[in-house]
């Protein structure tokens, strides 16, 4: 050990020399971060404070800063000689699990638990301060002390006398960047002094992130952040009017304030606009009144007859049918949007509004069988191929996952089944109809339709062959799953499903040793193996009829089985 040790009060998650080697920046669990003399090992300065631990901390390329990620949501940038913030803090919806400085020191770059990395600018204001910073000063407040000390006005003649005085820097000034873009125009400058969007492509922007609403107290700070940008864009009060309009009328007071002054804005700020009818059209709704919904929507509608040829408008109108309980025409509106939103290719791309809309109502009424037909959809599951023999069991409509989106839990590396080919598909010496999978415990929000946990199949059979593997790892030997074959003269036989055995993990960091040889298998960095399974069950007595399949997992193990596809042979 060289020097005295340097202690905080809890454990220290980070220490960093600064460049030139005289100090250390550590980070703590005791909400400081603290600057040290290397050789003695004693503070330069008082604790940079936070409100929650801090996990990390470094200096500027100049050491003269020291930036600072923390749990309480938060970055900020300090000073080194005077301990003091530099800048606003640099806040995140959830904790700040590290910041970076860029290369220039004049970007920074966060990440943080709300799954989001930001970069924030960094105006460096070295001195001395250019002399016409008071005069700014002065422009901004209206007003300054004359000689006597009292107070009188500034004119508007000298702002804009200053004003192009500012305009004029030379570019060897290092203030002339950030002061002609305090001095453009805010609704056509960019965000900030070196960013390239402006107000309303920012605003844009901002608005597309709330509606995308991955997480929506994130969501929620966009749009919050997008109304103080501008206060006038119709757009922002139509994206937050929706967002309280989708919860269904289950709205606290509070939010129904909201929605009121929202829907008044939007008729102020946007008088004839369709999309504003069309919020008013369904707050009216909200309120107890579809007939007059439904009415307000129909005039707007005579008057802009462009907007009736949209998916959107067909959506709304299906909204405030099903409203009135006019359940035959909703059904009507929603295919019309469908039929309206696939036009441009001739089919439904996978995951648009209007075909959403159409299944949550088919779901709503458990009408399940048609909006499987949407789902599959979603899921990009191919169509069957028409040449495949009955003996490929047809598991259309089970299919609760595609091999692609919303069915592997995120922290599964966003890995997928996606490489897995697709249609008739031979394997291990069997022909399988590969196309989606049926899943037990499903992690998609999305799926309304509940398993039935039996598949009709009314055929004899002197095997079936399972394509199938397990969701995540188990212990050996675990039953994590049954297959129960129902036999038309009320027999029962069950094929358990045991891990090590019949399945393993369709996703592997490392090989298991006992496993069972894979069916298929293909390699996906950072050295992971992706992998199905095939299981064999003979009929003891062929002769008899099979009526239907039962499919369950194990509610002990760990681990829960999905099926890929299902051959039956003859």
């Not at 091999?403 to 598909?425: C, Q």
Request: hydrophobic share 40%; aromatic share 10%.
């Amino acid at each position: 050990m060289v020097g005295t040790p340097i202690r905080h009060l809890a454990e220290i998650r980070s220490a960093a020399f600064s460049p030139d080697g005289r100090w250390i920046v550590t980070a703590s669990e005791d909400r400081t971060a603290r600057v040290w003399d290397a050789e003695t090992g004693q503070p330069v300065s008082d604790p940079l404070v936070h409100a929650a631990r801090v996990v990390a901390a470094e200096f500027s390329a100049d050491g003269r800063r020291v930036l600072t990620a923390s749990h309480d949501g938060t970055a900020r940038l300090w000073d080194v000689s005077t301990a003091l913030p530099v800048s606003a803090p640099f806040r995140h919806g959830e904790r700040v699990s590290s910041a970076h400085f860029s290369p220039g020191g004049t970007r920074i770059l966060t990440a943080s638990f709300d799954r989001t990395a930001r970069i924030w600018e960094v105006v460096r204001a070295e001195p001395p301060a250019p002399a016409w910073l008071p005069d700014l000063a002065e422009a901004i407040a209206g007003e300054r002390m004359d000689t006597h000390g009292g107070w009188e006005g500034v004119s508007v003649g000298r702002c804009f006398a200053l004003r192009r005085r500012l305009n004029e820097l030379p570019e060897s000034d290092p203030y002339a960047g950030w002061a002609r873009w305090f001095c453009a125009d805010r609704a056509s400058r960019p965000v900030a002094p070196s960013a390239s969007p402006n107000r309303d492509e920012f605003v844009a922007q901002l608005v597309a992130k709330f509606k995308a609403k991955p997480d929506l107290p994130m969501a929620l700070k966009n749009l919050r952040e997008a109304l103080k940008l501008a206060p006038l864009n119709a757009d922002v009060y139509c994206a937050w009017a929706d967002h309280l309009l989708a919860g269904g009328g289950v709205l606290s007071a509070k939010q129904w304030a909201q929605l009121d002054w929202q829907i008044g804005r939007i008729a102020a700020l946007s008088p004839g606009r369709y999309d504003a009818c069309v919020r008013q059209a369904r707050y009216r709704s909200l309120l107890g009144d579809p007939e007059g919904a439904l009415a307000l929507m129909e005039e707007a509608g005579r008057s802009l007859p462009g907007a009736m040829a949209t998916a959107a408008c067909w959506s709304h109108r299906a909204e405030l049918l099903e409203r009135a309980g006019r359940l035959a025409e909703t059904l009507d509106a929603h295919a019309r949007a469908v039929e309206i939103e696939a036009a441009p290719t001739g089919e439904a791309p996978a995951f648009w509004p209007a075909r959403y809309s159409r299944y949550d109502f088919l779901c709503r009424h458990k009408r399940y069988a048609e909006a499987q037909a949407d789902w599959l959809g979603f899921m990009r599951v191919p169509r069957r191929d028409p040449q495949a023999p009955s003996e490929l069991v047809d598991l259309s409509a089970w299919y609760n996952a595609g091999f692609e989106d919303f069915w592997a839990p995120n922290e599964l590396y966003r890995a997928d089944l996606g490489a897995l080919p697709t249609g008739i598909v031979p394997l291990d010496g069997v022909s399988f109809d590969v196309r989606g999978l049926i899943q037990l415990r499903t992690t998609n929000a999305y799926r309304q339709i509940p398993f039935a946990g039996s598949i009709p199949l009314a055929r004899q059979g002197r095997r079936l062959h399972f394509l199938h593997a397990a969701d995540r790892r188990d212990l050996p030997g675990t039953q994590v799953g049954e297959y129960a074959v129902r036999f038309a003269d009320g027999r029962r036989e069950r094929i358990p499903i045991i891990y090590g055995k019949d399945v393993s993990a369709w996703l592997l960091e490392a090989p298991e040793p006992d496993a069972p040889v894979p069916a298929w298998q293909t390699n996906r960095p950072p050295g992971l193996t992706l992998q199905l399974y095939h299981t064999v069950w003979t009929n003891s007595q062929p002769d008899r009829l099979i009526e239907t399949l039962d499919f369950a997992a194990s509610a002990s193990a760990r681990a829960s089985p999905f099926l890929v596809a299902l051959t039956v042979e003859p």
